[in-house]
Nanobody, 115 residues
Framework: QVQLVESGGGLVQSGGSLRLSCVVSGPIFNAMGWYRQAPGKQRELVATITMAGITNYADSVKGRFTISRDNAKNTMSLQMGSLEPADTAVYFC???????????WGQGTQVTVSS
C-alpha cells in the first residue's frame, strides 16, 4: 500500500522560509512533485522532480522554491524561501505511477504566510 506523509507546514511571516518534507511508503516513483491548493482555488502544480533529478517549477515559485529528493530514503523535500501571502495554501505531496496512470497523494500540510 502506498502512503505519502507530508510534514513541515506552519505559519511564517512574509519573506520567511519553510521546508516541507514527504516520506513515501512503497515503491520508488519516477515522477514526484508538490502541488498546492488555496481556499476557493483549484489545486495547482508547484514543482516536480524525476528520479534522475530533473526538475520543473511553476513560474510563480521559480527562484524561490527548490525541490529535491533522496531516492535511497524515498523522500522528497520542498525548500521554500521569500515566502509571500500568495503562497498560503495546503501543500500536497504527489507521486505518479505513469504506467498505470495512478496518482497518489498525501494528506496535505498547511502553509500560511502572514503579511
Amino acid at each position: 500500500q502506498v502512503q505519502l506523509v507530508e510534514s513541515g507546514g506552519g505559519l511564517v511571516q512574509s519573506g520567511g522560509s519553510l521546508r516541507l518534507s514527504c516520506v513515501v511508503s512503497g515503491p520508488i516513483f519516477n515522477a514526484m512533485g508538490w502541488y498546492r491548493q488555496a481556499p476557493g482555488k483549484q489545486r495547482e502544480l508547484v514543482a516536480t522532480i524525476t528520479m534522475a533529478g530533473i526538475t520543473n517549477y511553476a513560474d510563480s515559485v521559480k527562484g524561490r522554491f527548490t525541490i529535491s529528493r533522496d531516492n535511497a530514503k524515498n523522500t522528497m523535500s520542498l525548500q521554500m524561501g521569500s515566502l509571500e501571502p500568495a503562497d498560503t495554501a495546503v501543500y500536497f505531496c504527489n507521486a505518479k505511477n505513469t504506467i498505470l496512470g495512478i496518482d497518489y497523494w498525501g494528506q496535505g500540510t498547511q502553509v500560511t504566510v502572514s503579511s
